[in-house]
């Protein structure tokens, strides 16, 4: 209810007062009219009659009145409530938010509207300050703005502003604020009138973003020039991306000339024929590459394309849309470069020399001459690569390369075929041995120390194959391929040499191929075994364990020595499958003796640095372990020290995960390797194995015997315990056992015996046997 509708019915009645009015003069009249009539009037019959009739004539006078009175106050009581009806009706159906707000913020009134609105029913905004509606971040302004309106320092308000919903929603209003003030035991009290306005501002928020993702675009894309023109080529429109293309600012270019600014001499009576064509037909003309000119007078390539607009006066604007095709010359430039070219030595790649060599081999073959193609390989370059980094190594191949230019001749031609292979061809070789001299005198200039850095000095050896035109081969590829083949040769040969190409090295080559192929067979076929090399404790004469070893026996050729295709297999990834069917080997069978009853005994498996450095081999191992149910303490993986080399680090933290999990470890063949102490005592080692090459003299040559003690004493100091591989006489195990070394394995004890074999061999030891 209208707080001030109650206040109308108490109002006063100024009718009212008029006819209290009226009777008292009527009954001062009664009351003083006798004397008044008795000196106007003489007659006292008409006197008599007046005094008669008098009291009701007032009666009479006061009856007309009080109904006129009563008529009046019916007529004003319904004007009163039709206007409160319809006040009633205007507040609660208005289409606009209206409240009646005390002056500590309660609502006091709300309209059918503002409930719709803000989603509450009337009571519960009844029971609710504005406080609880508005928006945190709008709260003080609203509170700020109407203790100014109590302040008397404003007189109303309008604000945009944002309410919370019941379902928490966010209500974009316009708020109008008005103080009412106290009237009559009625205290003041705020009128608020609230619109929504959020479509209004939903539309001006995608209108903003819109406008913002066309500047961001237009931001995004600098190589792109818009540019607008009067029929005769004054500019209109200069927009950023001209600026930064064409390096005029809009204050120099707006009024001037198209022709004055990017169009070079040569072009104006084009441009001029051009403009005249579009403003007269209203149409484009068809996209083009152009070259236009920049304020330094540079030229620039751009993609330029048009669009004709006619104003409102009908006037004709050309606009030009120039795309700055700099940046993509550039790329292609650099794809062109990189097709044929190595971007860290700037030599010819690969693809470029085989077509160089072809040509040459067509001037050879109609002129008759010789030619020789020469791959060049870096040895231990990797060692380098890991040793000071990649880096390094990337000076260490522009240092090579530019020895290489300067070595070889203007008819020569030198290019990187990847990696750290270069390839030099020789044209018009007079005499075969001229191809070898060359070789010689390249590897001693590559033999010169490299100063890389100020603290780096490397001094690096290289290999060489040699192939030849027309004696070896007569196209590019098979050239490229003998050169290969003769590299590997001279790798073999022990590096730093030279090597010719010869159908021996052809014949080696198909013959690994054949390997490969029957070995993949013969994996499949499951023809692969695993044998047992017991390990045996020198003191007790125990065996303690056996080491894994892998065995092939073919159909065809028998008995096929692991020397000769366990290279093979780490070549064309076959070794990741044996090493796997190893360890699950070693796993099954040691888990199946363990319940048979057998000794204990911790069974080892090699593991290939190809293995090692898979990302996935410690997940491998304990899966095998869990799968198996053989125990992690009783499984012992042996690497070589040249396996660790690669990636020491990455090395560590494995051998650390592997030992975590209980896992023993062993580092094999020790003492052929680099041998570092420093790196040694951070490995998690369990036992160290004495390389056999050490052990086979040991009793006949003093040196092998030192390193031998020198060893075993070096790995007990570093808690480690030592086992001797290849001990095959008493005097051997004698002198190893009088140097304290803890267990040894060789034919002495047994040679490598097939799994029932080494089964036999503990149950004979076994004391329950």
Not at 435 to 448: G, S, T, W, Y
């Amino acid at each position: 209810m209208n707080p001030r509708a109650s206040k109308l019915s108490k109002l006063p009645y100024y009718p009212i007062l008029g006819a209290a009015i009226y009777l008292l003069l009527g009954l001062l009249w009664i009351e003083f009219s006798d004397v008044f009539l008795a000196s106007i009037v003489s007659d006292p019959v008409l006197l008599t009659r007046y005094q008669t009739y008098k009291g009701f004539v007032y009666v009479l006078l006061t009856a007309i009145l009080a109904w006129v009175l009563l008529k009046q106050r019916l007529q004003f009581e319904m004007a009163l409530t039709e206007s409160q009806r319809l006040s009633h009706m205007a507040f609660d159906y208005a289409a606009t938010g209206i409240a009646y707000v005390d002056v500590n913020g309660q609502f006091i009134k709300v309209n059918q509207e503002l409930c719709r609105m803000l989603e509450y029913s009337a009571d519960e905004l009844r029971s609710m300050t504005f406080q609880h509606i508005t928006h945190p971040d709008d709260l003080l302004l609203d509170q700020g703005l109407r203790e100014k309106i109590l302040a008397n320092d404003i007189k109303q308000f309008s604000i945009e502003k944002r309410y919370i919903t019941k379902n928490n929603h966010t209500l974009w209003v316009r708020l109008s604020v008005a103080l009412l003030p106290p009237q009559q035991h009625l205290s003041a009290y705020f009128i608020s009138v609230v619109q929504d306005i959020s479509a209004i501002k939903h539309a001006q928020h995608q209108l903003q973003e819109s406008e913002q993702r066309f500047r961001t675009l237009l931001d995004s894309m600098p190589n792109i020039s818009v540019q607008g023109y009067d029929e005769h080529g004054v500019t209109l429109y200069w927009n950023k991306g001209s600026e930064l293309v064409y390096g005029y600012s809009k204050q120099e270019a707006l009024g001037r000339n198209l022709l004055d600014l990017i169009i070079p001499q040569p072009m104006h009576n084009d441009v001029k024929a051009a403009i005249q064509a579009m403003t007269h037909s209203g149409h484009p003309l068809p996209a083009e590459e152009l070259q236009l000119q920049r304020k330094d007078g540079s030229l620039v390539s751009v993609y330029s394309s048009h669009a004709v607009i006619f104003d409102p006066d009908n006037k004709p604007r050309i606009y030009c849309i120039d795309i700055d095709l700099t940046e993509r010359k550039q790329q292609e430039a650099q794809l062109a470069f990189l097709a044929e070219y190595d971007p860290l030595t700037h030599l010819p790649n690969r693809q470029f020399f085989t077509g160089r060599l072809e040509q040459a081999i067509k001037v050879a073959r109609r002129e008759k001459l010789q030619l020789a193609v020469l791959i060049i390989d870096l040895d231990n370059f990797k060692t380098i690569n890991d040793s000071y980094g990649h880096s390094v190594g990337n000076l260490l191949l522009k240092n090579v390369s530019e020895k290489l230019k300067i070595f070889c001749r203007d008819t020569d031609s030198l290019a990187r075929l990847g990696g750290d292979e270069f390839a030099i061809l020789i044209e018009h070789l007079p005499h075969t041995e001229d191809a070898a001299r060359f070789a010689l005198e390249l590897l001693q200039a590559l033999q010169q120390p490299a100063n890389l850095t100020e603290r780096i000095d490397v001094t690096i050896t290289a290999s060489i194959g040699i192939s030849l035109y027309p004696e070896h081969h007569n196209n590019a590829e098979s050239l490229l391929q003998g050169a290969d083949a003769a590299l590997y040769k001279a790798k073999a040969e022990g590096r730093s040499t030279y090597s010719f190409f010869s159908s021996q090295l052809t014949s080696t080559a198909r013959q690994r191929l054949q390997l490969e192929t029957k070995l993949r067979l013969a994996i499949s076929h499951q023809q692969l075994q695993c044998y047992f090399q017991p390990q045996v404790a020198i003191q007790s004469g125990q065996i303690i364990g056996a080491e894994l070893l892998i065995r092939w026996q073919d159909a065809e050729q028998g008995f096929i020595s692991p020397e000769l295709f366990i290279p093979v297999a780490e070549n064309c990834g076959l070794i990741h499958t044996i090493g796997h069917f190893v360890l699950e080997q070693a796993c099954l069978l040691g888990k199946q003796w363990l319940e048979e009853g057998l000794p204990q005994v911790k069974l080892a498996v090699n593991v290939s640095a190809h293995q090692f450095s898979k990302g996935d081999f410690e997940q491998q191992v304990i899966s095998t372990l869990l799968a198996t149910g053989f125990p992690a303490h009783l499984l012992e993986l042996e690497v070589t020290e040249t396996a660790l080399m690669h990636n020491k680090d990455a090395a560590i933290r494995t051998m650390q995960q592997l030992r975590a999990t209980g896992i023993r470890l062993a580092i094999d063949d020790f003492g052929t390797g680099y041998s570092s102490l420093a790196y040694l005592q951070r490995l998690p080692l369990d036992i160290l194995k004495v390389d056999r090459s050490f052990i086979d003299n040991i009793t006949d040559n003093d040196d092998d015997r030192q390193i031998s003690k020198a060893i075993i004493e070096l790995a007990h100091t570093l808690h480690f315990d030592v086992l001797a591989e290849g001990v095959e006489t008493a005097e051997q195990l004698a002198l190893l056992k009088e140097m304290a070394c803890d267990y040894y394995q060789g034919y002495y004890f047994s040679q490598a015996v097939p799994a029932e074999q080494f089964r036999q061999l503990l149950l004979n030891q076994s004391p329950h046997a």
